[in-house]
């Protein structure tokens, strides 16, 4: 088996640095805000049938929304592993007015500036998409042939922000397609959410809480004949935040941090009156460990606990279920595993510095391929979701780069090369 450093000795000065760039240029421009993943779909396929894929298939998880998927068979006695990412992107809502008048206006022309490509979906998350199948063709082009096989899927609906979307539809479908046998099964996958090439095995898990307060309106005047749902919301708010610094003191996962809660809305008034209405929104961060359905019975005991008023009423609802009807759940794998690091000394070796072990911020989607599909999983890929979702999105050129060459030198790492 030829080492890292060898491999990827071979393999970078093979790499088309200009046709990279052109490839996630044109994928940027395949807009593909959640719901209209099937423009991302077609470029995808044409891509991926130019990879000689043994098989390739596109199926709608909904009407006119494709997911896509591609196996390469390698030639037998190797692992199998898979690339996997999510289709849509968020809106673009303020970029054109935040850019007007400079390169970087149009959000889909993945505009070139100062080494790094801007445009939405640049980093979270088609730099990854790309450097990933960049990578099996950097093989091909290098004449090594692999053991094991590759595989890429690609899904829709991991965004949320649009109406009826943003349920992880897409991946619901895959999942179950591999389950089915419909889809083959990968011993170990690479989510490609930005992760500026370090590696994640472990992230959060959320759920988001919807709280509506009632109590009865009154003119400002007769205020006994009300019952103030502002002030009963005051009490929830209070006990909310006591519950948060408690949360944190319940101890912290080595790679995510501590659970809390922030309240990300609050809504009440009434005119010249007293408030019969109050409504509040909140987040919860889990980490790996918490239980879903016992962490959301904890805050409503807090909610319901803050308000001693029979007559105001509360009703919490959670409109955010992904892999649970709750939330998503968070995961972790043993980060010492020998393909976590494996994948590592591959990023390490291509750009010094990368391929650290560290925790995801966020939630996506490897609690289906971890819970449901038995997959163990990873999130590495190019990009910083800290700009992410914002109007400052892009990826550095060289981070790009890095990541389709340490991609190929782990496909043949992990997979087995068949010749020498």
């Given amino acids: 088996m030829m080492a890292i450093n060898e491999l990827i000795t071979k393999l970078r000065p093979l790499l088309d640095e200009a046709a990279a760039i052109d490839f996630l240029q044109r994928a940027i421009g395949r807009e593909s805000i959640t719901g209209d993943e099937a423009n991302m779909v077609a470029f995808l396929e044409t891509a991926m049938a130019g990879l000689k894929l043994s098989r390739l298939n596109k199926e709608e998880f909904l009407p006119g929304r494709p997911n896509i998927w591609g196996h390469r068979q390698g030639q037998g006695g190797g692992r199998h592993l898979m690339i996997i990412g999510h289709t849509d992107t968020v809106h673009v809502e303020g970029w054109r007015e935040k850019w007007a008048g400079t390169a970087r206006e149009d959000p889909f022309a993945g505009a070139l500036i100062e080494g790094a490509i ?27 042939t692999l053991l094991g096989d590759v595989s890429f899927a690609f899904v829709g609906d991991e965004e949320s922000g649009q109406p009826g979307s943003g349920i992880s539809a897409g991946i619901k479908h895959f999942a179950a397609a591999v389950k089915d046998g419909m889809a083959p099964k990968p011993e170990f996958a690479i989510y490609v959410e930005p992760t ?44 909310l935040w006591e519950h948060s610094e408690a949360l944190g003191e319940t101890g912290a996962h080595d790679l995510v941090g501590h659970s809390f809660l922030l309240v990300t809305e609050l809504r009440a008034g009434g005119y010249i009156a007293v408030p019969g209405n109050c ?14 359905d016992e962490a959301a019975a904890n805050l409503e005991q807090v909610v319901r606990g803050a308000v001693s008023d029979p007559e105001i009423t509360i009703d919490i609802a959670y409109p955010a279920g992904r892999d649970h009807p ?55 890929a190019p990009g910083d979701i800290r700009n992410c979702h914002t109007l400052e999105e892009h990826v550095h050129v060289e981070e790009y780069l890095a990541g389709i060459v340490a991609f190929a030198a782990f496909m043949a790492s992990y997979c087995g090369l068949a010749e020498e």
């Fill in 118 to 144: 801007w445009g939405r979906g640049a980093g979270d998350l088609k730099a990854g998409i790309c450097a990933g199948l960049l990578a099996l063709q950097l093989l091909d082009k290098a004449g090594i």
């Fill in 196 to 239: 500026r090439l370090a590696v994640y095995p472990a992230q959060i898990g959320f759920f988001i809480a919807d709280i509506e307060i009632t109590g009865k309106s009154a003119y400002f005047g007769v205020p006994e004949l009300g019952r103030d749902a502002l002030k009963a919301g005051h009490r929830v708010l209070s006990a």
């Fill in 279 to 292: 409504s509040l929104s909140l987040i919860r961060k889990l980490r790996p460990g918490e239980d879903l």
């Fill in 326 to 380: 709750l939330g998503g759940s968070p995961v972790e794998i043993d980060p010492v595993l020998p393909e976590v690091r494996e994948l590592c000394a591959c990023l390490d070796a291509t750009l010094e510095g990368r391929g650290q072990i560290e925790g995801a911020p966020f939630w996506s989607e490897t609690p289906f391929l971890i819970n449901e599909i038995g997959c163990p999983a990873v999130y590495c």
